[in-house]
């Protein structure tokens, strides 16, 4: 079965430090890995995706894969309060539509 | 960017009616459409896959006859909770995949409370 895991959290950072979220996966075969950020009560938004080895930036935000490790997390450099959210990862094969989704990690910003 | 418009953000009905949610995809043909049920504090969980023009396909556990999913056209799903009961209460999420844009496109979700 496929699987996903990520650490519930809380993850506790101070304002302007950088959060560390990381995930692992179970399947080989995945090809294609996704962040996203869920506020409480509304649906997931997705942050970054990341399909190759190495990392990928955009904005405040880097995401890395190491597929030998079978390894994805995610970099929030300067945090800021409103970063404060559930963290989902989630992977995809080719060929196979379905996501599968970790638990998420729930992050606070400390003012 | 690619929006996906889902209807209506909360609902509450009585046990034993039927609901029906709606997931549009606003600016891009949806292939494929997702449909999620998060219950508190937990990830979310698929319920089924639906493809323009086919029968959805359902995970295990779901049960089909009680969650009803019509796929009619690349730009509209529905998702019928039928015969609801208060342990269906949850929030569902649909997402959608198109040909061409990137990624998967989340619905604003729905919350349903059965009373």
């Not at chain 1, 399947?27 to 509304?42: A, C, E, L, P, T």
């Not at chain 2, 493809?51 to 359902?58: F, H, I, P």
Request: charged content about 15%; some cysteine; glycine content about 8%.
């Amino acid at each position: 079965q496929k699987e996903v895991e990520q650490n519930s959290g809380p993850l506790s950072v101070p304002e302007g430090a950088i959060a560390s979220l990381n995930c692992t996966y179970s399947d080989r075969v995945s090809q294609s890995f996704f962040w996203y950020r869920q506020y409480s009560g509304k649906s997931p938004e997705l942050i970054m995706s990341i399909y190759s080895n190495g990392d990928k930036e955009d904005g405040r935000f880097t995401a890395q894969l190491n597929k030998a490790s079978q390894y994805v997390s995610l970099l929030i450099r300067d945090s800021q309060p409103s970063d404060s959210a559930t963290y989902l990862c989630a992977a995809g094969s080719f060929g196979n539509e379905k996501l599968t989704f970790g638990t998420g990690t729930r992050l606070t910003i400390i003012p | 960017g690619a929006v996906v418009s889902q209807h209506p953000s909360r609902v509450i009905c009585k046990s034993g009616t039927s609901v029906k949610i709606e997931c549009r995809s606003l600016d891009f043909q949806a292939t494929t459409m997702f449909w999620y049920r998060q219950f508190p504090k937990q990830s979310l969980m698929l319920m089924a896959t639906s493809n323009e023009g086919s029968k959805a396909t359902y995970e295990q556990g779901v049960e089909k006859d009680k969650f009803l999913i019509n796929h009619a056209s690349l730009t509209l799903s529905t998702l019928t909770v039928t015969s609801a009961h208060p342990e269906d209460s949850s929030f569902y999420i649909c997402s959608a995949l198109g040909t061409a844009v990137a990624g998967y496109t989340f619905g604003s979700g729905t919350r349903l409370t059965v009373v």
